[in-house]
């Protein structure tokens, strides 16, 4: 998690963004207003996200936003987090006002945000995840991270249009690639996990274990009034896993998260250009319920 070192000082190694990251989307979901905001503090990285005035987003320090990330191999080793460009920025900023990050562009107009951002390691170097030094020399990555978020789609309102698109650098190939494609963390009371039955159209209760699975994930209170998960079309290369659809539920820091993973791994370096498109759906339960059924229906075979 993300969370795991946040008593670390707010180490001053970012230099000062030359792009604001302070901008805001706004729409009407289900005929209640959605606002979404991103900050300089997170490059750009979504902050907030409010539906009807209730807020969706548990941000804290530079690892528990709306984001997306990377794990990767160094020369073919492979430890989770130890090498690990993230969009908002690294362990080390902490709480602090600034992001390890780089933003490099943004744009927020007619429901639309366009971000371009060079992404921090998650650790310095020198440190340790799980027993693990960290595999990267610098602060930040040569690793690039492009997304375009809209309010909506034709036919659909209780959704977010969202395409994200790493480049990697030509000088560190990669054979183990995993893509973090899109995480939310989301206050403790959206403690109901559920997934999308395609066969049936229903949300389905998961058991509570920490993971991924097969199916579209879906976060809500126990009212139902209030919900957000992730569905995506995307599919990997023909003989790599099947996405994963992941919740996990972290008790000391009182915070929860989906998150949609994709994982690549072959002998010959990878290729240095990677595209998801999701779709993020918000609102009440059977909001999402209902738009994870038509995007099933509307992809299905693809």
């Not at 209760?205 to 009034?225: I, K, W």
């Not at 290369?237 to 996990?248: I, L, M, N, S």
Request: net charge neutral; hydrophobic share 40%.
């Amino acid at each position: 998690m993300k969370a795991w070192l946040l008593l670390l000082p707010a180490l001053v190694f970012a230099q000062a963004p030359t792009v604001s990251g302070d901008a805001e989307i706004s729409g009407t979901v289900g005929g209640k207003p959605l606002v979404i905001r991103t900050t300089s503090r997170l490059a750009g990285a979504i902050d907030s996200l409010k539906w009807a005035g209730v807020e969706f987003i548990d941000s804290h320090d530079h690892g528990r936003q709306l984001q997306s990330a990377i794990n990767a191999d160094v020369d073919g080793v492979f430890h989770i987090e130890c090498y690990n460009p993230t969009e908002a920025g690294s362990v080390v900023d902490a709480l602090g006002p600034k992001s390890t990050s780089r933003l490099e562009f943004l744009s927020a107009k007619d429901g639309v945000l366009t971000t371009r951002t060079r992404m921090a390691y998650w650790l310095a170097p020198g440190m340790k995840s799980h027993g693990h030094v960290a595999q990267n020399t610098a602060l930040l990555s040569n690793h690039v991270l492009n997304k375009q978020v809209s309010i909506g789609r034709p036919g659909m309102d209780h959704v977010l249009d969202y395409k994200v698109t790493f480049d990697l650098p030509d000088d560190r190939p990669h054979k183990v690639l995993q893509f973090e494609a899109l995480t939310g963390y989301m206050p403790w009371s959206f403690s109901e996990e559920l997934c999308f039955d395609a066969k049936t159209e229903t949300l389905v209760p998961l058991p509570r274990q920490n993971g991924e699975q097969r199916n579209p994930v879906v976060l809500s209170t126990p009212s139902g009034n209030h919900a957000m998960g992730v569905f995506t079309p995307s599919r990997p290369p023909a003989g790599q896993p099947e996405v994963g659809y992941g919740r996990f539920k972290f008790d000391h820091d009182k915070v929860v998260k989906w998150n949609c993973v994709f994982r690549l791994q072959q002998t010959e370096p990878i290729q240095a250009h990677h595209s998801f498109q999701l779709y993020v759906v918000i609102g009440t339960r059977e909001d999402c319920r209902r738009t994870l059924a038509a995007l099933t229906q509307e992809f299905a075979g693809r």
